[in-house]
């Protein structure tokens, strides 16, 4: 099969599309043939070596893909070949086959594209993991997300509008603060110009929000802590305002707050099958609707993978970025 594949860790010309074998089915999982991928922060740091997969995972980068079973194991008796598909995956979505445990994948809804699917689960089911199930969103509650313009942060908006809580998101752009608006933010602060923590407070009557998404870390803790309501949680997803800072323990001691660290890539198949069930529970109908979708900024052909690395390094994308895999099916 084609995917892509990368000889030497480093920027993004080390990617080359090329031929490999395709993975081996193994008991409970489904073969995809897959029809487009998604891209995510992570594959970046994949790529330069810094984000190894799980043991056992395909060391081909990619979390996400959209396609139709090609087979089913023989122990699996919800999917049929043919059927159009979602995955999380733990590594493997650059190429033309992927094989999963089949608690990790999910029936493409017919208002989704394969494109836009191909988008979807990734960040869906990490918004529904962190925000809902470890940030334990109260009805009506406040969410902080940083990064509003990223797939993560674009994914948070949709889920928590559509659960009836309310949004205060943080981007690098005023024009990235516009369409986060569009989207339904209560309230957006640019990062570059505005306090954001003060716009946090302001939007909650000075309470603070219950949650927050942070995917920046070190640099951030001291404000994400100033920002949380009393009994809030702070969830950490990632790290790219750096790995270290200094916890004032005598604010989450006062004010009661928690600091949650969190992945979703590591989890175990059953781990993720619990997850996928949950999220199906509570937004299954609102997805196969198509009333939650992700935005997809661009789609690239498999072959450009560099290209699309270089826009998100670059940050200039709102939503996702796709790459399609095949082109002899829609
Ligand atoms: N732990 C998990 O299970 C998990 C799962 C999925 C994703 N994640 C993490 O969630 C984050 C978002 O992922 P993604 O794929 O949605 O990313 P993405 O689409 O590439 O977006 C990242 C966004 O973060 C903003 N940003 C970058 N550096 C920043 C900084 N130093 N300060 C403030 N904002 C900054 C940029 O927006 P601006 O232009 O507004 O600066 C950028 O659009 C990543 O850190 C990723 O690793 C974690």
């Known amino acids: 099969m084609k995917a892509i594949l990368i000889e030497k860790p480093g920027d993004e010309s080390c990617m080359k599309l090329g031929e490999t074998a395709p993975p081996a089915l193994t008991p409970g999982s489904v073969r995809i043939r897959n029809v487009a991928c998604g891209v995510n922060r992570a594959d970046l740091l994949q790529r330069q070596g810094f984000y190894p997969p799980p043991a056992g995972a395909s060391p081909i980068l ?58 979807a689960i990734e960040t869906l089911l990490t918004v529904f993991l962190n925000v809902f199930q470890l940030g334990g969103l109260p009805s009506g509650g406040t969410v902080l997300v940083h990064g509003g313009g990223s797939g993560i942060g674009t994914t948070t908006i949709d889920l928590v509008k559509r659960a009836g ?125 198509g009333r939650i979708r992700p935005v997809i900024h661009r789609v690239f052909p498999l072959a450009e993978a560099p290209e699309a690395h270089r826009m998100l390094k670059a940050s200039t994308h709102f939503g996702k970025v796709v790459l399609r895999v095949r082109d002899d099916e829609r």
């Open 62 to 119: 990619g979390l996400e893909c959209a396609g139709r079973i090609a087979e089913a194991a023989a122990d699996v008796t919800s999917f049929r070949a043919g059927e159009r598909v979602i995955a999380l995956l733990p590594g493997g979505g650059y190429a033309e086959e992927s094989v999963v445990d089949a608690g990790s994948v999910l029936r493409l809804p017919d208002a989704l594209d394969f494109e836009t699917g191909a988008g």
């Open 165 to 289: 809580g309310r949004v205060v998101a943080t981007v690098g752009s005023d024009e990235k603060a516009r369409r986060c608006r569009e989207l339904g933010a209560d309230a957006v602060a640019n990062y570059r110009s505005e306090d954001w923590v003060e716009v946090a407070k302001q939007a909650t009557g000075g309470r603070g929000v219950d949650v927050v998404l942070d995917s920046i870390g070190g640099s951030y803790l001291d404000g994400n802590l100033r920002a949380l309501a009393e009994d809030g949680r702070l969830v950490l997803i990632g790290l790219m305002g750096g790995a270290k800072a200094e916890l004032p323990l005598g604010a989450l001691l006062s004010r009661r707050l928690s600091v949650i660290g969190s992945t979703l890539r590591t989890r175990s198949p059953s781990a993720k099958a619990a997850i996928v069930t949950a999220f199906q529970a509570r937004f299954g109908a609102d997805f196969a609707a």
